[in-house]
């Protein structure tokens, strides 16, 4: 069991440019989310799905898309990168609706856009 | 209003004592569930322990313990017997049975533990 991958580990992008983020889990989780943490702050939600096929906004959204390709798989694309844009960005994926299910990382995105 | 508060942005203990890290919380949903995690200078998040809101007894993971209090809204992570290894960001995270696909965390606390 892999867990939850994501690639790449860095990345640098100049201001304007357009990436897209990876993220897989082998766990066969129902839900998949992704969060930014800047420099000394907490994780913060950019968008969520439920299940394949769903994806909704979370608490800062803007400047992103996100695609759940299927159950393993939900990508998160940067179309025109802005410096303000630099963070960690983390993938996490939980099992089910249950309160008590915690939220499983992958080891994050380490992205700086120039 | 914010979700989840942890109101230490840094602390230092002495290795081999016991440690309080503060969480408080906010939510009328009746169940819901509390979680800690550690992330390490290396940057991973790791899952330490969870407490139910329906829950009688305090949790406990070994040196990690959870000092939940309902009425206070509170959900304190214990940690005792410092080890260096203890030096992490800690967040403090909650999930609402009602809103069950988003997990709010707090802004976190810096334990460095000295030797």
């Known amino acids: 069991n892999a867990g939850v991958t994501q690639t790449p580990k860095f990345q640098v992008l100049k201001t304007g440019q357009s990436m897209t983020l990876q993220c897989a889990q082998d766990m066969n989780h129902n839900s998949m989310y992704w969060y930014r943490q800047d420099p000394g702050m907490g994780l913060r939600l950019i968008y969520y799905s439920a299940s394949e096929g769903t994806t909704d906004k979370g608490e800062v959204p803007n400047g992103y898309n996100v695609s759940r390709l299927n159950k393993r798989e939900f990508s998160l694309r940067l179309e025109s990168a802005a410096p303000s844009q630099t963070s960690v960005y983390f993938c996490?994926?939980?099992?089910?609706?249950?309160?008590?299910?915690?939220?499983?990382f992958g080891p994050g995105t380490r992205l700086t856009v120039l | 209003a914010q979700k989840i508060t942890q109101t230490q942005p840094g602390m230092f203990v002495q290795e081999k004592e016991a440690v309080t890290l503060d969480c408080t919380y906010d939510t009328s949903d009746p169940s819901y569930g509390l979680f800690w995690y550690k992330q390490p200078s290396s940057g991973e998040m790791i899952f330490l322990i969870y407490q139910g809101s329906y829950d009688q007894q305090n949790a406990t993971e070994g040196r990690y313990s959870l000092n939940f209090q309902k009425a206070r809204k509170s959900a304190n992570l214990v940690i005792s017997a410092s080890q260096l290894g203890d030096s992490a960001m800690y967040f403090c995270a909650m999930r609402e049975v009602n809103n069950f696909n988003k997990f709010y965390f707090g802004s976190g606390t810096k334990l460095n533990v000295k030797p």
């Open positions: 996490a994926s939980s099992p089910d609706r249950r309160p008590y299910n915690e939220q499983f």
